[in-house]
T-cell receptor
Framework: NAGVTQTPKFQVLKTGQSMTLQCAQD?????MYWYRQDPGMGLRLIYY???????DKGEVPNGYNVSRLNKREFSLRLESAAPSQTSVYFC???????????FGQGTRLTVV | GQQVMQIPQYQHVQEGEDFTTYCNSS?????IQWYKQRPGGHPVFLIQ?????EVKKQKRLTFQFGEAKKNSSLHITATQTTDVGTYFC???????????FGTGTSLTVIP
């Protein structure tokens, strides 16, 4: 049972480049999330998807887009990367109803 | 989103000492969850508290939810090097669709 799988694990981008972070879960969860983690800032919610076909903004959505491709997959896209987007990105999933979140291994992104 | 403040941001303890991290909110919380993130790892769920005054234990870890449901604490008795990591509290919205995390407490245990 793989749980939540993120790719890639590491990425270096130049300012202005675009990229998509992939996330897939095999637990049949309805809800999926993208967070970014910065030192001293904790985990901040970028976007979430409560169910297949829906997406909503979180706390820090600017500069990002998401796609809930199907129930398993939730991708995060940076259209024009900026140094301020250097961070560790985590995808997570959960069932609806205030149950626990399961996290992927994270993507460490550096924008130079 | 719901804001939860977590203190302290960092804590260094000698192995065998106790450790406590606190999570505070200005509003009444419906629930509180705690997660642990090992260095270089990802957050892993520890526990959820939902009742006023609730206390739960997991071996050397004790979790409390305040009577007013505005604060929570995680206490570790006699820390070990395996306790090293960052501890986060989190609040899940009533719709169950959003998890909001505190800023975390980074614990270093000195052997």
């Amino acid at each position: 049972n793989a749980g939540v799988t993120q790719t890639p694990k590491f990425q270096v981008l130049k300012t202005g480049q675009s990229m998509t972070l992939q996330c897939a879960q095999d637990m049949n969860h309805n809800s999926m999330y993208w967070y970014r983690q910065d030192p001293g800032m904790g985990l901040r919610l970028i976007y979430y998807s409560a169910s297949e076909g829906t997406t909503d903004k979180g706390e820090v959505p600017n500069g990002y887009n998401v796609s809930r491709l199907n129930k398993r997959e939730f991708s995060l896209r940076l259209e024009s990367a900026a140094p301020s987007q250097t961070s560790v990105y985590f995808c997570a999933s959960s069932e609806v109803g205030r149950v626990k979140a399961f996290f992927g291994q994270g993507t460490r992104l550096t924008v130079v | 989103g719901q804001q939860v403040m977590q203190i302290p941001q960092y804590q260094h303890v000698q192995e065998g000492e106790d450790f406590t991290t606190y999570c505070n909110s200005s509003t009444t919380l419906s629930n509180i969850q705690w997660y642990k993130q090992r260095p270089g790892g990802h957050p892993v769920f520890l526990i959820q508290l939902v009742k006023s005054g609730e206390v739960k234990k997991q071996k050397r870890l004790t979790f409390q939810f305040g009577e007013a449901k505005k604060n929570s604490s995680l206490h570790i008795t006699a820390t070990q090097t395996t306790d090293v990591g960052t501890y986060f509290c989190a609040v899940v919205t009533n719709t169950g669709n959003q998890f909001y995390f505190g800023t975390g407490t980074s614990l270093t245990v000195i052997p």
